[in-house]
């Protein structure tokens, strides 16, 4: 018969989870082993760490998975906190169980190289060294103990590592564009056509709803209006339609119920799926990303003469709430600024010719 394991751990899934009140503190989480010794070693340590806190006010010793878990409770409401949570679980296996004192870039070696050994860029790795870094100082600065002691003593310096090897934006050119777009799927040809015009990420493309529009009768037109929740920055983004833009929600309208955007008649959740990398490689495009549509335009807003704060605004780095912050004249200098960048063909965009031809002849 085995030896009886010490009360306070439960093994879920194959995995040692404590379950124990110490001196008025309960303590719920992972062990993040399936060893029952090396458990009940970590389970000793948390309950002697509790009592030099309790007892003789000493700095308890946190784990960096405890404060990495306080640190997602606090931040639920911030657009990127998936991404920040899936940093958080690949580091997990490396530093998740040390003790705060103990995480610095010495101990984050053996991640970093292992994300280097896999092909991930240097500027893809500082990401998950932002979250550490910025866990840390919360650790250092802002969370107290019952005692009013930091969980941290003082914060490491995480420096960010060279980022030589970034990828650099890749803005098409009119020939580019146009091959690329012919190789797409028609419904994917009107998507990154439109946001080649406004400057729209993918996700606002996506999502782009018809109860956002809003009417500018003084202008004869309309523009979008995405709400915070959907856009990285939580700011309003105020979406601005050149005449090309305008012409694809024409097209669009009546299509579907919801969303601008959709396919057989269900919204299209992203571009960069199966049929983008297809068209690339086909293309002779296996660089471009979707997201160096919005580059592109950017580059041609600046060609085009167009001011940087009229660019800021038409590429939502600004926020776009109508109401309050654009009157008529003001759109029609963005409507204006924005159709500087339409390449005109016969009176339409070289693009645009290829959907209507494809549209007509059934391709979707």
Same mark, same amino acid.
């Given at each position: 018969?085995?030896?009886?394991?010490?009360?306070?751990?439960?093994?879920?899934?194959?995995?040692?989870?404590?379950?124990? @009140?110490?001196?008025?503190?309960?303590?719920?989480?992972?062990?993040?082993?399936?060893?029952?010794?090396?458990?009940?070693?970590?389970?000793?340590?948390?309950?002697?760490?509790?009592?030099?806190?309790?007892?003789?006010?000493?700095?308890?010793?946190?784990?960096?998975?405890?404060?990495?878990?306080?640190?997602?409770?606090?931040?639920?409401?911030?657009?990127?906190?998936?991404?920040?949570?899936?940093?958080?679980?690949?580091?997990?296996?490396?530093?998740?169980?040390?003790?705060?004192?103990?995480?610095?870039?010495?101990?984050?070696?053996?991640?970093?190289?292992?994300?280097?050994? @896999?092909?991930?860029?240097?500027?893809?790795?500082?990401?998950?060294?932002?979250?550490?870094?910025?866990?840390?100082?919360?650790?250092?600065?802002?969370?107290?103990?019952?005692?009013?002691?930091?969980?941290?003593?003082?914060?490491?310096?995480?420096?960010?590592?060279?980022?030589?090897?970034?990828?650099?934006?890749?803005?098409?050119?009119?020939?580019?564009?146009?091959?690329?777009?012919?190789?797409?799927?028609?419904?994917?040809?009107?998507?990154?056509?439109?946001?080649?015009?406004?400057?729209?990420?993918?996700?606002?493309?996506?999502?782009?709803?018809?109860?956002?529009?809003?009417?500018?009768?003084?202008?004869?037109?309309?523009?979008?209006?995405?709400?915070?929740?959907?856009?990285?920055?939580?700011?309003?983004?105020?979406?601005?339609?050149?005449?090309?833009?305008?012409?694809?929600?024409?097209? @669009?309208?009546?299509?579907?119920?919801?969303?601008?955007?959709?396919?057989?008649?269900?919204?299209?959740?992203?571009?960069?799926?199966?049929?983008?990398?297809?068209?690339?490689?086909?293309?002779?495009?296996?660089?471009?990303?979707?997201?160096?549509?919005?580059?592109?335009?950017?580059?041609?807003?600046?060609?085009?003469?167009?001011?940087?704060?009229?660019?800021?605004?038409?590429?939502?780095?600004?926020?776009?709430?109508?109401?309050?912050?654009?009157?008529?004249?003001?759109?029609?200098?963005?409507?204006?600024?924005?159709?500087?960048?339409?390449?005109?063909?016969?009176?339409?965009?070289?693009?645009?010719?290829?959907?209507?031809?494809?549209?007509?002849?059934?391709?979707?």
């Amino acid at each position: 018969m085995g030896r009886k394991r010490i009360p306070g751990l439960r093994n879920r899934n194959g995995i040692w989870h404590i379950d124990k @009140q110490v001196l008025g503190t309960k303590i719920h989480e992972s062990t993040g082993t399936s060893d029952l010794k090396q458990a009940e070693l970590i389970l000793a340590r948390r309950i002697e760490d509790i009592r030099q806190s309790k007892i003789f006010g000493m700095r308890r010793s946190w784990t960096f998975r405890e404060a990495a878990t306080r640190f997602l409770e606090e931040n639920l409401h911030l657009a990127t906190i998936k991404a920040y949570a899936g940093y958080l679980k690949h580091m997990d296996p490396y530093i998740g169980e040390l003790p705060l004192h103990q995480v610095h870039l010495g101990t984050l070696k053996p991640f970093i190289e292992f994300k280097r050994a @896999q092909g991930v860029k240097n500027r893809t790795i500082n990401l998950h060294l932002v979250v550490v870094r910025r866990i840390l100082n919360l650790a250092a600065r802002l969370w107290r103990d019952e005692n009013g002691l930091t969980w941290l003593e003082s914060a490491p310096l995480i420096q960010m590592l060279p980022t030589t090897d970034a990828r650099k934006p890749y803005p098409l050119s009119w020939n580019e564009q146009q091959r690329l777009f012919q190789a797409l799927p028609a419904h994917l040809a009107r998507m990154c056509l439109f946001k080649v015009n406004t400057g729209c990420r993918e996700q606002e493309v996506c999502n782009l709803r018809w109860d956002w529009e809003v009417p500018v009768p003084e202008l004869d037109t309309s523009v979008f209006i995405i709400p915070g929740a959907e856009v990285k920055n939580r700011d309003d983004r105020l979406v601005v339609l050149n005449n090309t833009a305008l012409s694809i929600v024409e097209e @669009q309208r009546g299509e579907h119920g919801t969303h601008v955007f959709s396919y057989q008649g269900h919204p299209v959740t992203k571009i960069h799926n199966s049929a983008w990398k297809r068209a690339r490689v086909e293309a002779g495009l296996p660089q471009v990303r979707v997201h160096d549509l919005k580059h592109t335009l950017g580059r041609r807003l600046r060609a085009a003469g167009v001011s940087v704060e009229t660019r800021k605004v038409l590429l939502g780095h600004r926020n776009g709430d109508i109401t309050t912050h654009y009157s008529a004249p003001e759109l029609e200098e963005l409507i204006v600024a924005a159709n500087k960048v339409c390449r005109k063909k016969s009176g339409k965009t070289p693009a645009l010719v290829v959907l209507k031809t494809r549209m007509k002849s059934g391709s979707k």
